[in-house]
């Protein structure tokens, strides 16, 4: 199966800036052995996907509303994602479930809803610092993933141990094949045999510098990189580091 390397812009950037960076991913995406994605804010999604064109690189959300419309003041709906050029949606992130409170069950509405308008959903996983110190670090992804995830999904999964994620600190490759080992055994007891199929990013500051030893790892399949896809020849060196699948 082909790596799945994902930007995720969070908030940063003015539109020309997006669309700069858009176009230097797109100007790098010729010939390479896995799929590219970028996430940017909102109201350059429309820009990026225009100045992406043609080039191999896929456009996402970074959340989406559960309902389709409604009085919903500030949302974005899964509809409204795919009607302005996106394909994908970052879904649970830590950052969300944080400073947003949103629950398992949420997430999961949200899955729904963006499988419905037809994007594909990316649902992220991961312990704190404090979970993973206590031992409970596969209880709490066991958990968000159960919660999480709808009775039949074709999605991607992300696993981004939260005190991994912009703080420079990465997860040591063999905690990564623990968790993504444990990740899959989940998926294949909730969905059978296809949750062999189920793409498990890893995310947490991956860097070109770390990105060959982790998307090495067994059942890592691919990358969700926060700071590092904020550069277009970082994040397209990361992208070269993928496994040809
Ligand atoms: P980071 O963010 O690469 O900056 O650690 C990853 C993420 O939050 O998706």
Not at 9 to 14: A, N, P
Not at 217 to 222: A, C, L, R
Not at 226 to 231: I, M, R, V, Y
């Given at each position: 199966m082909r790596q799945l390397i994902a930007g995720n812009?969070?908030?940063?950037?003015?539109s020309a800036d997006a669309v700069a960076l858009a176009k230097g991913v797109a100007t790098g995406s010729a010939g390479l052995g896995c799929d590219l994605l970028v996430c940017p804010p909102f109201v350059h999604i429309a820009a990026v996907a225009q100045a992406i064109g043609g080039a191999p690189v896929a456009v996402g959300g970074q959340d989406c509303h559960a309902a389709k419309q409604g009085a919903h003041t500030g949302d974005v709906a899964a509809p409204m994602l795919r009607d302005v050029g996106a394909t994908w949606v970052i879904l649970g992130h830590s950052e969300r479930r944080q400073n947003h409170h949103e629950t398992d069950a949420q997430v999961r509405d949200k899955v729904l809803a963006a499988v419905e308008a037809g994007l594909n959903p990316i649902v992220c996983v991961g312990e704190t610092e404090q979970e993973r110190a206590s031992g409970q670090e596969t209880a709490v992804v066991g958990r968000q993933l159960a919660g999480s995830l709808p009775e039949r999904f074709a999605g991607v999964v992300a696993y981004e141990p939260v005190w991994a994620i912009g703080t420079g600190k990465t997860a040591t490759d063999a905690d990564v094949a623990a968790m993504h080992g444990f990740i899959r055994d989940a998926l294949v007891r909730q969905f059978?045999?296809?949750?062999?199929g189920i793409l498990i990013l890893y995310g947490g500051s991956v860097r070109p510098a770390n990105a060959a030893s982790l998307l090495a790892?067994?059942?890592?399949?691919?990358a969700l990189v926060?700071?590092?896809?904020?550069?277009a020849e970082d994040f397209l060196a990361i992208a070269r580091a993928a496994k040809a699948g």
């Open positions: 812009w969070k908030m940063h950037g003015l059978g045999e296809a949750g062999r790892v067994p059942n890592v399949g691919g926060g700071g590092a896809s904020l550069k």
